[in-house]
């Protein structure tokens, strides 16, 4: 059974960094896109960044210039996030589209990781 497994989140000073990683456990045929959504309190999930099979990316403009999201040959998607700003405080969710090795690798799954929080505040 694939699974994302986050880890990176916690509390960090307003201009400070953080890099979250989203790993892949089970075996997978194919990815063909991961990114990271977050989700403030009383507010809707949004997109935040997303890198393509090509490593094509997507940035949404609240973050542009500030983080960068990178995939390995191992399947990890770390996102890099730099001078934080206190807005960027939320619950980040790693999401991948895939598919598995089981089935013959026909198969399409869309994946969420559990979520981490990430807090901004002095």
């Known amino acids: 059974q694939v699974q994302l497994v986050e880890s990176g989140g916690g509390l960090v000073q307003p201009g400070g960094s953080l890099r979250l990683s989203c790993a892949t456990s089970?075996?997978?045929?194919?990815?063909?896109?991961t990114g990271w959504y977050r989700q403030a309190p009383g507010k809707q999930r949004e997109v935040v960044a997303a890198?393509?099979?090509?490593?094509?990316t997507h940035y949404s403009d609240s973050v542009k210039g500030r983080f960068i999201i990178s995939r390995d040959n191992n399947n990890k998607t770390d996102l890099q996030m730099n001078d934080l700003e206190p807005e960027d405080t939320a619950v980040y969710y790693c999401?991948?589209?895939?598919?598995?090795?089981?089935?013959?690798?026909?198969?399409?799954?869309?994946?969420w990781g559990q979520g981490t929080l990430v807090t901004v505040s002095s």
């Open positions: 999401n991948a589209g895939l598919s598995p090795t089981a089935g013959g690798g026909t198969r399409y799954l869309e994946l």
């Open positions: 089970g075996s997978i045929f194919n990815i063909y896109v």
């Open positions: 890198i393509g099979s090509s490593g094509v």
